[in-house]
């Protein structure tokens, strides 16, 4: 039973398979979260299409990342799971918002400064209008609690900017101010394995542990994961690379592990193919459970069909609620 009726609303892009950085960073928080709160958890396939995926592959992705969010213990007995293109209300908020929102404003966005640095040939709209989709998605649930990696920070800035805007205009408080949350209040960014940065998928497959990766295959990502020729100096600050290192396995290990790793590097004894042994095999214990049930939901088409269904049924309920609210806002014609 929800505790409480605050609602919450989260979303994750298809990209194929999902990995270490959005599992801690977001489905850990929604897995606890739909115990608490009234929860809505999409598949964000319109977002994905700034990618231009083929037909199929999107097909594939969006099955994949639903059975995933379902072997991580997301229950759509509990909480809402959809997938975004499933609401056609979502586009249409998106539309609307974009009448109040600028050009200048949506260029100054980092996500998307970030797009024109690393994709100069593919600098489309829907990666300036971003920030506008992702506020329909949650403005439209009247969300107040964003379950999300520390990445999205700016984006859940847009959202309350996006929705006082149309209340202020309008003159009605229609939309709720969402913030991102973490349980632990700090948003989380875990770190790729290639030194530096977040882990994602945009660096390449081997800086990434994805859930479905067996077990051979994090032992050589994590024992490949670069490191520097060691401590010199007792107590000194690690590289970002080697605190990367660190950084996971607080997040994996048993806490005495850490902090036996964290002694020795500090009196300059540190192994780093030891701690590399041991961050492997935690990773490997840490992810196995959910990863033998990725496989078993995912070959259950019915299932996923019959769940994606259900879900798209509840959440159209609540986007067409505030539609009607909205559209009467506007100034539309009401059916
Ligand atoms: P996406 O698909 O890039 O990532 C999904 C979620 O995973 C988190 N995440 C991370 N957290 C910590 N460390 C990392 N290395 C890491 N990598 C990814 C992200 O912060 C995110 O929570 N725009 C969103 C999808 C979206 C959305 C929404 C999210 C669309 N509409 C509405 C919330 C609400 C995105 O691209 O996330």
């Known amino acids: 039973m929800n505790q409480s009726q605050e609602i919450v609303v989260s979303g994750i892009r298809p990209t194929g398979n999902l990995h270490l950085g959005n599992y801690l960073g977001a489905v850990k928080n929604f897995v606890q979260m739909q115990h608490e709160f009234k929860c809505f958890f999409f598949i964000a396939d319109y977002h994905s299409l700034t990618t231009h995926p083929k037909p199929a592959d999107l097909q594939n992705s969006v099955k994949q990342v639903l059975a995933e969010y379902l072997a991580c213990g997301i229950d759509p007995n509990v909480c ?29 966005v980092a996500s998307f400064k970030e797009k024109v640095r690393t994709q100069p040939n593919n600098i489309n709209v829907g990666l300036l209008t971003y920030p506008v989709l ?18 999205q920070e700016q984006h859940l800035e847009m959202a309350r900017t996006f929705g006082n805007r149309f209340n202020r205009i309008y003159e009605k408080e229609i939309f709720i101010e969402p913030v991102a949350f973490n349980y632990g209040n700090q948003l989380i960014k875990v770190p790729g394995l290639q030194g530096g940065g977040k882990m994602s998928k945009s660096d390449g497959d081997n800086n990434v542990i994805n859930l479905i990766d067996t077990p051979e295959l994090i032992r050589k990502k994590i ?42 590097y500090a009196d300059c004894s540190i192994r780093y193919g030891d701690l590399k042994k041991q961050l492997a095999e935690d990773m490997v214990s840490f992810l196995i459970p959910v990863r033998e ?24 309920v609540s986007a067409k609620t505030t539609m009607d609210e909205v559209r009467g806002a506007i100034g539309f014609r009401k059916f």
Do not use: C
């Open 80 to 108: 809402t799971i959809y997938y975004q293109s499933d609401l056609p209300e979502i586009p249409e908020l998106y539309l609307l918002l974009n009448m109040h929102a600028y050009k200048g404003e949506l260029e100054r």
């Open 134 to 151: 992702m506020a329909a998605d949650i403005i439209i649930h009247k969300a107040i609690k964003v379950p999300v990696g520390k990445d």
């Open 223 to 264: 024992l490949r994961a670069v490191t520097d020729t060691g401590p010199t100096e007792p107590n000194s600050i690690p590289t970002a690379p080697v605190q990367n290192l660190f950084d996971l396995m607080q997040m994996v290990s048993a806490p005495n592990t850490f902090e036996h790793f964290t002694k020795v």
């Open 293 to 316: 049930k990725i496989a078993a939901i995912r070959a259950d088409e019915p299932y996923l069909a019959r769940v994606a269904r259900e879900g798209a049924e509840k959440a159209r």
